[in-house]
């Protein structure tokens, strides 16, 4: 909801500053569709806001998927869409949440960086894909939130931390920092900024390779920011943190040679509080291959040879295409 407009609203009509608090709250707690279910305002005032404003600021186009993970493709005021995915795993309710429209870092395994660069969302549209979510779940609610939706958090990052503050207050979502995850296809500097805010948030970085040329080859940020720099910054986090950091490499035909194991061993065992996430690849239209499953195998014996530990992680939403790399809106 635009609260600077809900304010400007009650303002107008002279009421109390409890009435915003109220309403606020109302919103925050995903429990209301509309304005006329929150039966503690009046009629007359329940019709103001209805004819005012928006409840939330993304309206559902279409939904698929089933109980444990659903995909929404979602509208925004200005007609720009957006995906937000819903995954009830291992007891954790989890919204993954876009932060850009499009994204401009054009990874070529990804189907959202196909999309080009739309625009960043606001705090406001950020929040809103929770509620959304926490709507259709009702009396259930999201209590685990991942920015691994469409778009590079860090290029929308002070949004992204006002949303963060609302998510993570009592007074909004009262989600708990240790239950937010960042992932980051590897902003070097916004890394070090992050590490200074001495949070709780836990933090991923898209690796995919551990050789420079090869993640230069899919990964232009790669050329912005070298493996040598992305390293540093991953140790400053960790330096300062104290907290472990995730590495997400996903599985291609391209990154899943002995020497990949290799450089990847030197790379993942040079910080005990590193930690490497395997995942298997989403194929999308156009982008790279998956490792077959003997490629797997191979790299994983590779791997286990060298001492790394990893955990393998269970692909979601394949087949609704809104797994990593997957989500898109053309
Ligand atoms: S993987 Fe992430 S950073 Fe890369 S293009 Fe896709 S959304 Fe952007």
Avoid at 27 to 41: A, H, I, P
């Amino acid at each position: 909801m635009d609260l600077s407009l809900l304010k400007k609203t009650l303002d107008s009509l002279e009421l109390p500053a409890f009435r915003y608090r109220q309403i606020v709250k109302n919103y925050y707690s995903g429990r209301y569709l509309n304005f006329d279910q929150m039966t503690d305002l009046s009629l007359p005032l329940r019709q103001k806001l209805s004819e005012t404003l928006s409840l939330l600021s993304v309206s559902e186009k279409t939904i698929v998927g089933n109980e444990s993970t659903q995909k929404a493709l979602l509208e925004l005021s200005d007609g720009q869409k957006i995906e937000s995915v819903f995954m009830d795993y291992e007891d954790w309710l989890t919204a993954c949440v876009s932060s850009q429209v499009g994204c401009p870092l054009a990874c070529s395994f990804c189907a959202t960086g196909k999309m080009g660069f739309k625009r960043n969302l606001t705090p406001e549209e950020i929040v809103d894909q929770i509620l959304y979510w926490n709507q259709k779940i009702y009396p259930k609610y999201i209590g685990r939130v991942v920015f691994m939706g469409m778009g590079e958090p860090f290029l929308n990052w002070e949004n992204i931390l006002t949303a963060i503050n609302i998510i993570n207050s009592n007074e909004g979502l009262n989600i708990g920092a240790r239950k937010i995850s960042v992932s980051t296809a590897g902003v070097a500097d916004k890394i070090i900024e992050f590490a200074n805010l001495d949070t709780q948030i836990n933090l991923a970085v898209s690796l995919h390779s551990a050789d420079q040329k090869t993640r230069e080859s899919f990964m232009p940020i790669a050329k912005q920011y070298s493996l040598a720099q992305l390293k540093n910054a991953c140790n400053y986090y960790v330096g300062k943190t104290n907290r472990q950091l995730f590495f997400e490499y996903a599985l291609m035909d391209i990154n899943t040679s002995q020497n990949d194991a290799i450089l990847l061993a030197n790379f993942i065992n040079s910080n005990r509080l590193f930690f490497l996430n395997l995942i298997p690849l989403n194929s999308v239209d156009g982008g790279m291959t998956p490792a077959s499953p003997d490629q797997q195998k191979t790299f994983i014996d590779y791997l286990n040879k060298l001492g790394v530990e990893y955990s393998l992680r269970r692909s979601f939403g394949q087949d609704i295409s809104a797994a990593c790399g997957q989500l898109a809106t053309v």
